[in-house]
């Protein structure tokens, strides 16, 4: 394990800030909606390039990128850090952003939305407060910035402004506000234990300072902060109430920011303030891989029951995000690594599905499985790739959550227990049980003549298969591209210690 390095630049702070520039040229072009999208695609591709022309190559050489923006207080500052694992995270951001603009166009312009300059500056701002979270240097910046994507998508939550609308970003507000409670009472208590807020790779506790009362309750504050948006059991609920929200938006929450923001929290808590030492000296990763456990198993039985699509795909989402969960709850090099490919290889393949979902809500304006019988062969495009990303969260290869899971499977092997890797092998199952019928439904059962019919606009389509075309390319070779594999193995090693 090398050394990181640390320089200052400029660059962490303007991924920053560029989409929040295309926030007031997208309010000013509001009526001429062409110039309006021009200025998210420019901003989208602008964010995406500073990522990988001027951090990436540095992270790669574990060289992180700090800007100090101003002191709070002794020891404190608001300040930003594009350490490898923020490079990791702002990668996948930024990537599917640009697709998500392209589709987004295609989506509110076919199903008619209403507000849409709004819808498209809310966006910029999500954006620009994921890149926040990516690059924070301590608690303090994480949790302004984690605010700040709360009251961000809450526009976006509401977008269609009915009774159903409402309350879904109302109970997401009293979920993720409570949480950012939640987390201000643990991040000052921490403040008062070791008189910092850093992140630091390996945990922030010298010689402890914890008793094992102190150190589960402090815990559970954390967990309560970061797992309401992680979607673990029972603070998941606001997720599938959020599905009446447009569908480029419930892929915002599902693969691009706001859940991922979750379990990147999850994450940077474990391994970055905690610690793998402090978390097994007082059993804290057992309390972890129960919920994690527990949420796994739970949210894919009751995906088993539903037939509107999205709202199957909200309860793998709450699946999903537990993988990772449980990844950094195993606290080895395996479970870090297995965990933090999930975070990108789930975004590629879940962001296809709600994709797919709202190419036939805007096609053919049908919500549920059970309407779905035959679409594969008008839609044969979009269900192929649904179909490609559904297999993949099965675990089933060469697509890339085969690769997440296999590592995850290894971390459970490492760590010498049996009952997660039971997990992991149950879920893939559960998983194939609540995806294969669907499949199944589209391609083989008969359904009505729909004459004239065929795929959605191009500008939504080519997005689908281009992030299904990603995930069996990642599959195939995970480093491809951006290097997801030599990041997530170079952060767990720096994380648990390993030379």
């Known amino acids: ?41 420019i901003a989208s591709f ?41 490079v990791f995270f702002a990668l996948i951001s930024s990537g599917l952003w640009i697709l998500t603009s392209f589709y987004s166009i295609g989506y509110v ?11 498209f500056a809310s966006f910029a701002i999500c954006l620009s407060a994921t890149m926040g979270i990516a690059f924070s240097a301590n608690l303090l910046t994480f949790i302004v910035f984690y605010e700040i994507l709360t009251i961000a998508t809450y526009p976006l939550v509401i977008h269609k402004e009915t009774k159903e609308a409402i309350y879904g970003g109302r109970k997401y507000l009293v979920y993720t506000l409570t949480a950012g409670i939640l987390l201000i009472a643990a991040s000052a208590w921490i403040y008062k234990l070791t008189g910092t807020l850093d992140f630091k790779a390996g945990g922030m506790f010298g010689e402890s300072v914890l008793t094992p009362q102190r150190a ?32 480029p938006v419930s892929a915002l929450l599902h693969a691009v920011a706001v859940v991922k ?33 527990f949420t796994i198993i739970v949210a894919s039985f009751i995906a088993l029951r539903q037939d509107n699509l999205k709202r199957l795909l909200a309860y793998s989402t709450v699946g999903h995000l537990s993988y ?46 059970s309407q779905l019988n035959g679409i594969g062969r008008i839609m044969p495009w979009t269900m192929g790739a649904f ?19 296999w590592y995850l499977g290894m971390g459970a092997v490492q760590s010498g227990q049996i009952i997660p890797l039971a997990i992991l092998v149950l879920s893939g199952l559960l998983n194939a049980a609540y995806f294969f019928p669907i499949i199944y439904t589209v391609f083989f ?36 591209f951006f290097n997801f594999f030599k990041l997530a193995s170079s952060i767990a090693a720096s994380i648990v210690g390993v030379k």
């Open 1 to 41: 394990m090398t050394i990181p390095e640390t320089y200052t630049s400029i660059i962490p702070l303007l991924t920053v800030l560029v989409s929040l520039a295309a926030v007031p040229l997208i309010l000013l072009s509001s009526k001429h909606e062409n110039l309006r999208e021009f200025w998210t695609i």
């Open 46 to 86: 602008i964010k995406f390039g500073l990522v990988v022309i001027f951090l990436l190559p540095n992270a790669l050489e574990n060289k992180s990128a700090v800007i100090n923006i101003v002191d709070i207080f002794p020891g404190v500052a608001l300040a930003l850090k594009a350490d490898q694992f923020g």
């Open 109 to 119: 312009r076919g199903a008619h939305e209403h507000k849409q300059t709004r819808y």
């Open 216 to 247: 589960v309750i402090l815990f559970i504050l954390f967990l309560g902060g970061v797992g309401v948006k992680a979607g673990i059991m029972p603070l998941h609920s606001w997720l599938p109430t959020a599905m009446v929200a447009p569908t």
């Open 261 to 293: 923001s979750g379990v990147f929290g999850v994450i940077r808590v474990v391994g970055f303030v905690f610690g793998p030492a402090i978390m097994s000296q007082f059993g804290l990763n057992n309390i972890l891989l129960a919920v994690a456990g």
């Open 324 to 369: 990772i969960v449980l990844g950094a709850a195993l606290l080895t090099p395996a479970g870090f690594t297995g965990g933090m490919l999930h975070i990108a290889f789930h975004a590629t393949m879940k962001i296809t599905l709600f994709f797919a979902a709202g190419a036939i809500y805007v096609n053919l304006h049908r919500e549920n499985i």
């Open 387 to 405: 179909t490609v990303s559904a297999i993949g969260l099965a675990g089933i290869p060469p697509i890339n959550g085969f690769v997440s899971k």
């Open 445 to 480: 059962r008969k359904g009505e003549k729909l004459e004239g019919l065929g795929e959605a606009p191009a500008i939504m389509v080519v997005p689908i298969v281009v992030t299904a075309l990603l995930s069996v390319l990642l599959g195939i070779y995970p480093d491809l």
